[in-house]
């Protein structure tokens, strides 16, 4: 998603001109370029306002990209985000309690909690909560009751067990859950959109941009929606997105989503745009198709921890090229021809 203040009206750039852009950031950065490039990259920047479009998004990832050292003070920065984070949960849990006592639990004041949170941003949620990863990361653990939890990459949750029920809060990227039995106590997921409640089960959950995405693969799952407080049963073997205000239709579940716990990114007649769609959530950096070669279909299983081998076992496989003009920043291109 290309970064713009409200109100702009730029659309996205395109594949070549972000490419045009990388390829002047790279013979620009060292601060050799002679006049004459220096003259002829200010003729391409001030052309179109696509090309300062992407030239914003390019620097947007270098600055990203700069070592942490170059931080003010670092230590302070993170401690005081831990701290704000904390204040900030034990508001929404004050506010929580609140709503059940006024019977609005499940009701629009989730919804405005969660909105609450994001004007904090989801990388100050992640930083506090009980348990993370990071970029490119995959974690398995069990939790007091014997349930087990996997979060995928750049992914954050918050855990919440009393003698009444068992919470889980998503707060950014995707989990994978196969619920422990307890009759006594209900086992929620808490997302910004809605709220998940297991009947014995096992199920995927994905944060994606504006909605949720739910898989179950054993069991159901009862989706509640945080403003308009629809309601549905998701049965074991079948999927549905769903935002704060409605869900889906129902439709079969995506087999190879679950796949991801094992390690493995699965493709079966996928459009290669959606591989690299994917891949981008396990690297850092910019990672790009270009539109000639994105509707080739992709055919194999990945090993998602390493996406530089999956890169390069595409390229052995597909008739395309990876080029890289700076180490983060990596484009699938063409094959050239002889």
């Known amino acids: 998603?290309?970064?713009?203040?409200?109100?702009?009206t730029a659309r996205e750039p395109s594949h070549a001109v972000l490419q045009q852009a990388a390829e002047w950031y790279a013979r620009l950065r060292d601060g050799k370029a002679s006049a004459r490039v220096r003259t002829d990259w200010q003729t391409w920047f001030h052309a179109a306002e696509e090309h300062r479009t992407a030239w914003q998004y390019v620097e947007d990832i270098s600055r990203s990209f700069e070592p942490l050292r170059d931080l003010p003070n670092l230590r302070q920065t993170a401690n005081g985000l831990c701290a704000a984070n904390d204040r900030l949960r034990m508001r929404r849990r004050a506010l929580?309690?609140?709503a059940g006592l006024a019977g609005l639990a499940g009701s629009g004041l989730l919804g405005w909690l969660g909105w609450r949170e994001n004007l904090l941003g989801g990388p100050l949620v992640a930083w506090a909560a009980d348990y993370r990863t990071g970029v490119g990361e995959q974690r398995e653990i069990a939790l007091a009751d014997g349930t087990r939890v996997w979060l995928n990459t750049a992914s954050a949750i918050d855990v919440d067990f009393d003698a009444n029920e068992r919470r889980v809060r998503l707060a950014t990227g995707e989990i994978f859950i196969d619920t422990a039995r307890d009759a006594n106590r209900p086992f929620l997921v808490d997302i910004a959109q809605g709220r998940l409640r297991a009947l014995?089960?096992?199920?995927?959950?994905?944060m994606e941009e504006g909605e949720t995405r739910l898989a179950v693969y054993q069991g159901a799952v009862e989706i509640r929606t945080s403003a308009s407080g629809a309601t549905q049963v998701v049965p074991a073997g079948r999927q549905a997105r769903f935002t704060e205000d409605g869900i889906s239709s129902l439709e079969a579940a995506d087999l190879a989503q679950e796949a991801w716990t094992r390690g493995t990114l699965v493709a079966d007649n996928v459009p290669l745009r959606e591989v690299v769609r994917e891949l981008r959530r396990y690297r850092g950096g910019h990672l790009?198709?270009?539109?000639?070669?994105?509707?080739?279909?992709?055919?194999?299983?990945?090993?998602?921890?390493?996406?530089?081998?999956?890169?390069?076992?595409?390229?052995?496989?597909?008739?395309?090229?990876?080029?890289?003009?700076?180490?983060?920043?990596?484009?699938?291109?063409?094959?050239?021809?002889?």
Request: hydrophobic share 45%.
């Open 200 to 206: 014995g089960t096992r199920f995927n959950v994905r």
């Open 288 to 338: 790009g198709v270009a539109d000639e070669i994105a509707d080739l279909k992709v055919y194999g299983n990945f090993p998602i921890e390493d996406t530089d081998r999956v890169l390069a076992m595409l390229a052995t496989a597909l008739p395309i090229r990876i080029e890289q003009p700076m180490p983060w920043w990596t484009s699938v291109e063409p094959e050239r021809l002889p």
């Open 1 to 8: 998603m290309m970064r713009q203040a409200p109100g702009a």
């Open 96 to 98: 929580a309690g609140l």
